[in-house]
């Protein structure tokens, strides 16, 4: 079987579109093959009666190299800044409480008693050390600062970050640099400090020195560094896949479902640096380089047959549900100003809500004017249990909390629920040995790369960094195969 493409990306979502979009860039073509009707995974917008709800990421940050993906896509005029001051709130015993980011915020601050914020304040002068074998995010807290700052103010900011359980999480898998920190300099402050330090000193290098085979005199990112580092779409998140797709145009199938994927193999049985794609309907295609950009358990289960040490790794990596619910009200009906970002919720008050954002609050034109709209993430029930999650009672759970700590009266004027089962990845304990297993593995199987968040961060700006990576090393072995 000849090659049908030089380069197969299955998967659409926002790595997958960045990564073939670099490809493209570099002049290797490729073919990107997405089970869905549309682009964007996880990143989506609905836009009806005059709402704009979003189902992803809601006021994402957008670091040096998003923001140059912005500017070559032409949607700069499109960009909104979000406001980098706006109070965050946790809930404790029903009532909103402004979110301590600063020493002033946290002596202040009646999330936490006098004894906890000594102990915050004070960690500079001692000294401690991680233990040695991996310990969870829980166990770390309750060491440094005890356990009322990892109910009050640790695991609210953890759940909306990441969805994740501060029980399960891996210091070394999820914050490594703080096991770091502790481990080199026995306190998170002086080895943040010093990190800080040696940033600083690297950055004003760089400054002075160009990198190889640049323009000083040319435009940089480093007009961005007075940008908001957080922001959205005017028409939603979603412009930014959507563009992408439309770059890539017609190297995109869409409707297509991927059954397996097998190396292709000699006459004499030995294994080409080939691969051919099975899809659902029974088409076959091969490629010469295959790149899967999907979630892990949708890799393992592509990877079945033709690595099963790979797809048995790949299957370990845990995943955590997650149930959207997005409100639009009349203002009226709102008694809270809903001035901020939004509020989150710690595990301890019991409640289904996660964190629920202020989008007509944040960014202007997310809602007619007089009107409101809020969006929720939740689902902690879901993870609690193994039965069949209902997502109308979810919505109504969610509902009646915010109604509770918002002031909110009457029903909804729309609402949209959207949930997934396996939304994201999680760094649980252990998990930057399965990723490093998977890289071992990953070696040994010619022409095939794997990207995605659950490898390497979560956020947009560490999906496109992964992706700009993953094409820069193929450009780099396909030139070498041809010198």
Known sequence: MGYTNKV??????????????????????????????????????????????????????????????????????????????????????????????????????????????LRILTEVFRSSQPPPQEESLAEFVQR???????????????????????????????????????????????????????????????????????????DTLRVTDSLPSLGSFRSGMAALPERLAKELHEDIRYSVAVSCVEQVTNENGSTKSAWRINLSSGERMATEHLIL??????????????????????????????????????????SNPLRGFGFMVPRREKMETICTFWNSSLFSGRAPAGKAVITSFAGRSMSNNGAPFDEEKCAQAVGEENAKALGITGRPLDRIVWKDPQALPQYN?????????????????????????FLKGRSIGDCVDVAFAAAQDLHSQIRGETI
């Open 8 to 117: 197969v990306v299955v998967g659409a979502g926002i790595s997958g579109l960045a990564c073939a979009y670099r490809l493209k860039q570099l002049g290797i073509p490729c073919l990107v093959l997405e089970a869905q009707k549309r682009a964007g995974g996880l990143i989506a917008t609905i836009r009806r009666n005059g709402f704009l709800f979003e189902t992803g990421p809601q006021c994402p940050r957008f670091p040096h190299h998003v923001w140059q993906l912005v500017r070559e896509l032409n949607l700069e005029g499109e960009f909104i800044a979000g406001d980098q001051k706006a109070k965050r709130y946790i809930l404790r015993d029903g009532r909103l409480r402004p979110a301590p980011f600063s020493p002033g915020g946290l002596i202040g601050t009646g999330l936490v008693g006098f004894g906890s914020k």
């Open 293 to 334: 950009a999907v979630p892990a358990h949708v890799a393992a289960q592509l990877l079945a047959m033709a690595g099963p040490q790979l797809s048995t790794q790949l299957k370990a990596i845990e995943y955590a549900p997650i149930c959207v619910v997005g409100c639009a009200y009349n203002r009226s009906q709102v």
């Open 144 to 218: 440094k600062f005890g356990p009322e700052v990892l109910d009050y103010l640790v695991d609210p900011l953890i759940s909306t970050i990441f969805f994740g359980d501060a029980h399960k999480m891996g210091m070394e898998s999820a914050f490594p640099p703080l096991v770091e920190w502790e481990r080199n300099q026995g306190s998170l402050v002086r080895g943040a400090l010093r990190a800080h330090n040696s940033k600083r000193r690297t950055t004003a290098e760089n400054s002075v020195t160009p990198r190889a085979g640049t323009n000083p005199k040319a």
């Open 429 to 453: 304990i252990g998990n930057a040995r399965r990723v490093a297993e998977i890289r071992a593995t990953l070696r040994t199987m010619p022409n095939l790369i794997i990207i995605g968040n």
